[in-house]
Each structure stands twice: as C-alpha cells, then as structure tokens.
C-alpha cells in the first residue's frame, strides 16, 4: 500500500515539475512579447531556443541512461561529473557560436545567461537521476516545480520593473541555483550512503561513449526546428518574435507525444524481452493512430482558433499567420509519429540508421531553409520544417518496417 502510494505520489510530482519545466519557454515568451514587446521577443526566443540546442551537450544523453543502469556498472558521482565536462563544452560551443556570428553585446550576453540557466538544469539532472534510483523521484518533481514556478515570478517581476530581459534571466539562473545548493543537494546527500568512489578520465571517456549515440539523437532532434531559426534571424530578423510564436503550438504537440509514449516505454520493452513482436507493432501502429487522430483535429482546430487565441496571449496581431499555425502543427504531429518510430528502434537498440536518417534530415531542412526563408520568411520556415520532418517521417516508417521484419524472422530462426 505505502509502495503505491510512493509510485503515485512520484507520477503525480514529476508530472507537474515536467510540465512546468517545458512550458516555462513558452510563459518566459509571453512575458518578454508584453513587457517587451515584438522585437525583443524574437532576440529571447532566438536566444533561448538555441540554449536548448547547446543543452543537449550538457544534457548528454540525459537521465535514462542513469538510471537504466541497474548493475551500477558507473558509480552516481560519474554521471554528475560527466555533466561537469559536457557542461563546459557545452559552455565553449556557445562561446565559439557568437563569435563565429558575431552578435552585438546585448545578443550575445542573453544567449550566454540562458546557456548558464541550462547548464543549472543538465547539471541538475544527473541530481535527479541519483534521487530516482533512490525511489524518491517527487523530489525532483518538486524541484522542478519550485525552480519554475519562482523562477518565472522572479523574472517577471525584473522584467516589468526594468524591461531589461538579460537582468531577468540572469535571476532565472540566480534560483537555479540557490535552489540547487539548498535543496537538490541537500536531498541527494540525504539519500543512501556516501558515494566515496573515483572516476578516473578512462572512466568517463567510457561513460561518454556509451551514450555518445543517444546525445546526437537529441541534438540532431532540438538542432531540427532551429535551423530554420536561425535563416529567419539572418534573414529576417525582426521576423523573428513571429516565428518563435508561431512554433510554440509545435511544442505543445511534442508535449503530446511524449504523454502518450512515456507510460508505454516498459510495456514496449518487455514486450520485446519475450519476442512478442506482433503485440509491439500493434501498440506502436496504435500509437500512430491516436497521434494521427488527434494531429487532424489539431490542424483544423489551429487553423481557425489559432490565430485568435495566440493574438489574445501574445497582445500581436497573428491572423495574417493563421496557415502557419495550422501547417506548423502538421509539421508537429509528424515530429510524434517519428518520436514514436524512434522510440521503437531505441528499444531495438538499433541507433546508427536514426544518426544517417537525423543528419539526412538536417541537410534537408537545410537547403530548404536557403531556399524558402528570404522569400517567403516566417511561412518559409514552417515549410521547410513541414517538409523536412514528412520525408523523415517517411524515411522512418520504411527502417522500421524493415528492422522489425528482420528481427521478428531472427526471433523465429533461433526458436526453431
């Protein structure tokens, strides 16, 4: 009884603390287009879309692998000092890319202050990862909440007193951290015995190969959306504040995505465990089917109520962008589908295909971005990601088929 209530007290939490963390961009953006106005809004959400491309390095596979690691094969001090040096080279690439682009003081200070509030989090996250093999997975639900939540009064508050946004994300990373040293910390320590144990630079080198494959998955993921981004803000820069606007429905579909997979990752994998491929095609074809359902009436519904609602948040004028609402949500929902046929060949541990079919994909939107950007601006954009996110789609789909194939007629083979 104690036990299901500990796994519902930790669902509940962590949750909450997810949801808050991945729509805290979008809040942060809200506030910056009011405060702020048009303009700033789309040197914030330039700026922040590519601190979360540079957090993927910092993130650096993230907390599956972590806590995945059941025979405790690397120590919990190695995932936390691993993140020490990603975060560093995370640090580094985005020194090299503003320079390398040479933004103005203001630019560049930004993009720097919000690479440092993400490197709060990827730090933060080896944190968690030691709190969840602790059983104790609401504590970093309540971090989260509580690093959102203030996180964002804080802000907020700077913003409307200075209309200064550097000031305001220099506070966002100012609770990060105190809450990290006066909590995170302080529960982790709290938990299980000291960890006296050494990682050697052998130690994490092996570390980093072992999830060297599922950190380029997501950076190639995150790095997706933003080349596009990044041809507006050569191109069109004051365009900018509009297309950050007009991609948040996308974030809010692959918010979607990841509430109907999640529950389902231990299920698919046991499933595999046994050979029961036919029941795993059926739950992931079952999976498409609702993110195809809902992607069809999400498209409709952005189409005509887009525009209005996202006017009504933003104080803009977004009905000239109503098509590129509906066709960014179209572009959205097959961002899903491919999250979900990822997702099924993760399980497989089949990664090389998904690094060729990721780069394919980059080059593709690309060119596409080169192409449609300087002329057709925000909708190009949306295209280029349309597009480039269907062949991939595509591409998936036809891997998969001929993977499960393969591995299914393995599975017969060694029965027999």
Avoid at 59 to 72: F, K, L, M, P, T
Avoid at 269 to 285: C, H, P
Avoid at 292 to 316: E, K, N, S
Wanted: charged share 15%; with cysteine; glycine share 6%.
């Amino acid at each position: 009884m104690r036990q299901t209530q500990n796994l519902r007290k930790d669902y509940i939490w962590n949750t909450v603390g997810t949801t808050v963390n991945s729509f805290i961009s979008l809040l942060l953006l809200i506030v910056v287009t009011r405060v702020n106005g048009i303009l700033d809004a789309g040197v914030f959400s330039f700026c922040f879309s590519y601190s979360v491309v540079f957090y993927t390095i910092g993130y650096y596979g993230g907390r599956i692998y972590q806590v995945s690691d059941a025979e405790n094969e690397y120590p919990p001090k190695s995932y936390i000092r691993l993140k020490f040096v990603t975060s560093a080279v995370m640090f580094l690439v985005a020194i090299a890319f503003v320079l390398a682009n040479s933004y103005s003081i203001e630019k560049a200070s930004l993009l720097i202050a919000l690479v440092a509030f993400k490197i709060c989090e990827a730090i933060c996250d080896a944190i968690y990862g030691v709190i969840q093999k602790c059983g104790r997975l609401y504590i970093a639900g309540y971090s989260m909440t509580l690093k959102g939540a203030i996180g964002f009064a804080l802000f907020l508050a700077i913003d409307v007193a200075t209309k200064n946004i550097l000031f305001a994300s220099i506070g966002l990373v100012a609770v990060n951290l105190i809450i990290i040293l006066i909590y995170d910390v302080r529960k982790m320590r709290g938990l299980g015995p000291k960890d006296t144990s050494h990682t050697d630079i052998r130690g994490l080198l092996m570390l980093m190969k072992s999830m060297f494959s599922v950190f380029l998955l997501a950076f190639l993921s995150n790095l997706i959306i933003n080349v596009p981004r990044y041809f507006i803000d050569v191109f069109h820069e004051d365009a900018q504040g509009y297309f950050g606007i007009v991609v948040m429905p996308a974030t809010a579909v692959a918010l979607f995505g990841m509430f109907i997979l999640q529950p389902r990752v231990v299920t698919l994998s046991e499933m595999l465990a046994k050979g029961d491929y036919t029941t795993f095609n059926r739950v992931i074809f079952r999976l498409i089917s609702v993110a195809l359902a809902v992607g069809v009436f999400g498209t409709v519904a952005a189409y005509f109520l887009g525009a209005p609602i996202l006017t009504l948040i933003y104080g803009v004028d977004l009905y000239p962008y109503k098509w590129d609402i509906a066709l960014i949500v179209l572009g959205g929902v097959a961002n899903v589908i491919i999250m979900i046929f990822s997702s099924a060949l993760v399980i497989m541990r089949k990664f090389p295909v998904q690094v060729v079919l990721y780069v394919t994909t980059v080059i593709i939107i690309t060119i596409l971005s080169v192409m449609f950007v300087n002329s057709l601006v925000v909708m190009g954009g949306v295209i280029s990601y349309l597009i480039a996110n269907t062949l991939q789609c595509i591409s998936y789909a036809v891997a998969y088929r001929l993977i499960l194939r393969k591995n299914k007629a393995g599975s017969v083979e060694r029965k027999d």
